[in-house]
């Protein structure tokens, strides 16, 4: 373990605290007594001899003892002094909530590398940071009010927003916290430094992130993967999700995978849930860690309404939830069961005159539960407290429902339509059976929706860690250029991916090779400005003779040199026309310094960013992952055979698209760029009818 990882979990569970400050430190000297922080708490200010009540130094050298922690509030000049200090004197951890660094570029940039380097192997959390929240010992750096309660187990929270880890703690949605820490501008410490200090931690269920950037991916997934073995779902809300491409990029995957792509891949495959919102990361995090994620999509609801039954069908439908139909026998158990006034369905509408009937409902829900769903889910908006005389009719429901689930062992929430329709006392009930107390029917499900990967991937950590993982790429610096047409197919053909026959000749054979071919055939301009040929005239397709190769070559040259005189024109590429295809993909590869190589699938043809249906993975990655990315896309439909057409060998395309991968990783420290856009899928197989290579040549 590193002197740095020690002294972060110094400052994590610290047996003193030193605040260093004015009036900042004495606000936040006397949060962390009110937190009921029994260690040492001492004030450093040169011009007082106490900071409130708590004893008083003039300088961080003259402490009893090095602190395991201290809060730093003092002008950004004097908190570099004041760092290295604490360097010197061996303190563990400092959280710098002084502002006036990096943030504001410049000189503040440079000042935030002396104090990067002053503080050595110190814990430094900051600068420009709220504080830290420790709701397990109390020993709270932080200079406001806050919310939240000492606990002995909860949900630590990592934000790079000050604002957001502070209003969180606010919360009116039981969710308890054993850590809110501010992230700040990670000059020293990272997100990831803080999940690796707590994964292990018995005291941590979960964890909540708020995140701009992650400073180091491959170590970030490592240690996700360690969370995922100990059961320990990350809920993250990530900013600045616009899309942006790489600047330099002339691949149509480039547009379609920018940075937001690459973190939504990298989350997907760790099992991480992610949110929008705020109140979908307090709702997730409270679904996993009361109730826990459910194995699969299939959900159980049950409500005492039409309407609230045809919401939940309608918002769980978009959100790729499924309501799997009332089995015979179980629906022969219902209706002996239920009012005749009901209508047997799921979601199920049990009517109110079982109101506060236990015994029945008891087994309504259990019928329903154990007939095949992984989640169960009870829609009940809780009267205020001053209309609450018929509030243990809906408990007694409540309790019906969560014995017939525990029963039945399957994860459960009740859920209240507006979310402020649940008061605490019964959120705490649920809680306390195991039930989820969802605020908010829209945030419920989604959470819902989004948790159904966790466990899956939970599982696969089990049995192999080691897929998941990434490996660190470091680029070669130089700038990729752009294979012809002809060689990018002669290099996917010898990687065992199919293309057209073909003859790239000069521009006096291109009859007598279309020829050799047999017509119809394909022509392509070969040369160099040009990567799209579609863009500027250089393709023509299903010529059905001689004559025709010879006028369309020749209309193909003269409108090149009249519009576009500055291109080059080296070759001709005469190809064999393809049949139509079932279904045109793209696949295309990029190279990140950070994510590594990340593949993209989607729709393909010339209109493949306006149609923008797209998966991307990052490399490498399984078979069974490529399947449930193509699976996903909206065109899967027509490798399923729409309409009466032939439906595709889903196991020879998944073949092709790993064969994609296999050949990239060669390539894998060359700035690879690869478009394959379009892949005709025929009956016979996958054809990779036009390609786009880029790469660092050897």
């Known amino acids: 373990m590193s002197d740095k990882r020690k002294n972060l979990e110094r400052l994590l569970s610290p047996r003193h605290a030193a605040f260093v400050g004015g009036e900042d430190a004495l606000h936040a000297a006397i949060c962390c007594a009110e937190g009921g922080f029994t260690g040492k708490i001492w004030g450093v200010n040169p011009g007082r001899r106490t900071l409130g009540d708590f004893p008083c130094f003039p300088s961080v050298s003259d402490l009893p003892t090095p602190p395991d922690a201290v809060f ?44 990067a380097k002053v503080a050595g192997d110190l814990a430094l959390v900051g600068p420009n940071v709220f504080g830290l929240l420790n709701y397990l010992s109390g020993a709270h750096l932080w200079p406001y009010a806050h919310g939240g309660k000492r606990v002995e187990r909860g949900v630590a929270l990592v934000s790079q927003s000050g604002m957001l880890s502070g209003y969180v ?21 990272g997100v990831e430094d803080y999940l690796e200090a707590l994964v292990e931690n018995p005291a941590v269920n979960a964890f909540g992130l708020y995140v701009e950037a992650l400073r180091d991916i491959p170590r970030f997934t490592d240690i996700a993967i360690q969370a995922l073995a100990h059961h320990k779902p990350i809920v993250v809300l990530k900013g600045g999700a616009s899309e942006v ?12 995978a920018g940075t937001d792509s690459f973190y939504q891949a990298l989350f997907d495959r760790l099992g991480i849930v992610r949110v929008t919102t705020p109140s979908q990361m307090l709702e997730t995090l409270k679904l996993l860690t009361v109730a826990g994620a459910p194995s699969g999509k299939k959900l159980a609801a049950f409500t005492c309404s039409g309407g609230d039954a045809a919401m939940v069908a309608d918002g769980g439908a978009l959100l790729g939830l499924e309501f799997s139909p009332v089995s015979l026998s179980t629906r022969n158990t219902l209706n002996e069961l239920l009012p005749s006034i009901a209508t047997v369905s799921n979601p199920l509408d049990y009517t109110t005159p079982l109101w506060g009937n236990e015994q029945v409902l008891t087994k309504v829900f259990d019928a329903l539960v154990r007939d095949d769903c992984d989640m169960a889910l009870l829609v009940q908006d809780y009267p205020p407290l001053d209309m609450s005389h018929d509030v243990q009719m809906y408990r007694t429901d409540a309790r019906a429902f969560a014995a017939a689930t525990s029963a039945a062992g399957v994860p459960a929430a009740v859920c209240s339509v507006l979310a402020e329709n649940f008061d605490v006392e019964s959120r705490s009930l649920m809680s306390q059976q195991g039930v989820a107390p969802l605020q908010g029917l829209g945030d419920a499900l989604t959470a819902i929706a989004a ?43 010898a990687a065992g991916i199919q293309v057209p026959r073909g003859h790239c000749v000069s521009f006096d054979l291109v009859e007598d090779a279309a020829d050799t071919l047999g017509y119809p055939v394909v022509l392509k301009l070969i040369g160099t400005g040009f990567e799209h040929k579609t863009d500027v005239g250089a393709v023509r397709v299903g010529l059905e003779n001689r004559a025709a190769v010879s006028r369309a070559l020749v209309e193909m040259v003269s409108s090149i040199s009249t519009n576009s005189p500055s291109l080059v024109l080296d070759k001709v590429l005469v190809e064999e026309m393809m049949p139509a295809p079932l279904a045109e993909l793209l696949i295309g590869v990029q190279s990140d310094p950070q994510f590594g190589q990340a593949l993209t699938l989607a729709s393909g043809g010339t209109l493949v960013e306006l149609v923008r249906d797209s998966q991307t993975l990052l490399l490498p990655s399984s078979r069974s992952d490529i399947e449930q990315a193509l699976l996903s896309l909206r065109c899967s439909v027509l490798l399923r055979g729409y309409r009466g057409q032939s439906s595709v060998a889903i196991g020879g395309l998944i073949d092709v698209v790993y064969a994609v991968t296999e050949f990239s990783a060669q390539y894998r420290h060359r700035k690879l760029e690869l478009d394959i856009n379009p892949l005709f899928v025929l009956e016979d197989g996958p054809v990779a009818v036009d390609v786009l290579l880029r790469f660092i040549p050897d």
């Not at 606010?170 to 410490?189: E, H």
């Open 245 to 256: 491409g790489a600047a330099t990029t002339v691949t149509h995957t480039g547009s379609l």
């Open 72 to 115: 730093l509030a003092v002008p950004s000049a004097t908190a570099v002094e004041v760092v290295a200090q604490l360097a010197t004197i061996g303190a563990g951890g400092v959280v710098c909530y002084t502002a006036g660094f990096g943030e504001l570029g410049g000189a503040g940039a440079k000042l935030e590398k002396v104090l």
């Open 169 to 189: 703690t606010t919360n009116q949605r039981s969710v308890d916290f054993s850590y809110v820490i501010g992230a700040g501008n990670q000059t020293c410490l």
């Open 451 to 493: 948790s159904t990967n966790f466990t899956q991937r939970c599982e696969q950590i089990v049995s192999n860690r080691n897929e998941l993982r990434l490996t660190p790429i470091q680029l070669i610096d130089d700038t990729p250029l752009t294979v012809d047409e002809w060689e990018g197919k002669q290099l996917l053909s």
